[in-house]
């Protein structure tokens, strides 16, 4: 399945050393098309800087799948792949709490993920998730906060003659919280809700399909990516090279989110521009009706072992905390303000 690798620009244009040294070349595989930007610019970057942090001794040669994505995180995990850069909830059919480390649903936005994977206890469930499979999980990059965009208000009673377009666990919870049909976002100018990753850009294309935004986006679809690496192919690699590799998937991880907010920032720009979109309140009936979707979907991605369990736990015990946090941060910011006279001080 795997078709003649390409070696990436990464190494190409790199001086050989006085000292021959050795190099290990790693195989990659991305489930996005090659872009300047975005997902489609992740690899190449990511290639580029392990080149140049490594000074060459680590290269990434990207290759062609001709196979399904779950397919590609298999072969990965047993070594005809070395790399693969996806999104955690296409392996919801192996374990459906992957999707937690996609898109939770009713959960964080991108700073509080971040958080949670790196000082929450997110990244020690991912890890042993995917363990299992033989795979050792990197965050390496954020679309960004997918507003709720709307064609009008809907409350809960109007969900079972709306089209929703959403991805992973919040997908399942607009179905749980009883829309009439749910689809992908490949389908999202056809959709009355869109919750999904593609939403931005399906309107900055075609300005008018949406005519609101809710105040809230209401699932905080965050849209994290992942890097999947093989992990006997990460053993071959030293300490120190494993330690670059990390700081090389944060540094993308970082230009991930400057291209997340570029891209908001073109569609609020575009004719007729999202900002423009007058904010709606989420209806209280919605409201509700979403909040106890997430707590059922949460709920069955737990019961299913003891791996989803501890994630969800995990997750949950983080949720709690960021809410904490920011009810702090609201009240400080409050009080100085009173104590400033009601200024913005």
């Not at 290990?24 to 800087?49: E, K, Q, Y």
């Not at 693969?84 to 709490?97: I, T, V």
Request: glycine fraction near 12%; aromatic fraction near 6%.
């Amino acid at each position: 399945m795997l078709k003649g690798a390409i070696v990436g620009a990464a190494g190409a244009s790199l001086s050989t050393p006085a000292i021959a040294q050795s190099t290990i070349t790693l195989t990659a595989v991305s489930i996005w098309p090659t872009a300047d930007a975005g997902p489609g610019a992740l690899a190449g970057r990511f290639a580029d800087r392990m080149a140049t942090l490594t000074d060459g001794r680590i290269r990434i040669e990207m290759a062609e799948w001709n196979g399904d994505a779950l397919s590609l995180y298999r072969a990965t995990g047993d070594g005809q792949v070395d790399i693969c850069f996806a999104a955690e909830d296409l392996w919801a059919p192996l374990n459906p709490s992957y999707g937690l480390f996609a898109s939770p649903p009713g959960g964080l936005t991108a700073g509080e993920f971040e958080g949670w994977i790196a000082w929450g206890g997110g990244g020690d469930a991912w890890n042993a998730l995917a363990e299992q499979s033989g795979v050792a999980p990197f965050l390496i990059g954020d679309r960004g906060l997918s507003p709720a965009l709307t064609s009008r208000a809907f409350d809960a009673e109007d969900l079972p003659t709306v089209t929703v377009a959403a991805s992973g666990l919040a997908a399942q919870v607009w179905e749980k919280a009883g829309a009439g049909r749910v689809v992908g976002e490949d389908q999202a100018a056809s959709a009355a809700i869109c919750n999904a990753a593609d939403c931005i850009d399906v309107y900055s294309r075609t300005p008018g399909v949406y005519g609101a935004r809710y105040d809230v986006a209401v699932n905080h679809v965050n849209n994290a990516l992942s890097m999947n690496v093989n992990r006997s192919a990460l053993s071959r690699l030293s300490d120190s090279d494993r330690k670059l590799m990390k700081i090389a998937a944060n540094a993308e991880h970082i230009q991930q989110r400057g291209d997340a907010m570029m891209r908001s920032l073109r569609a609020s720009a575009a004719d007729g521009a999202l900002g423009a979109l007058p904010a709606v309140a989420t209806p209280p009936g919605l409201a509700t009706a979403l909040l106890f979707a997430s707590s059922a979907v949460l709920e069955e991605v737990g019961a299913h072992d003891r791996y989803a369990s501890d994630a969800v736990w995990s997750l949950q015990l983080h949720a709690e905390d960021a809410a904490a946090w920011s009810a702090i941060g609201e009240g400080a910011f409050l009080e100085a303000r009173a104590r400033n006279g009601g200024g913005a001080k």
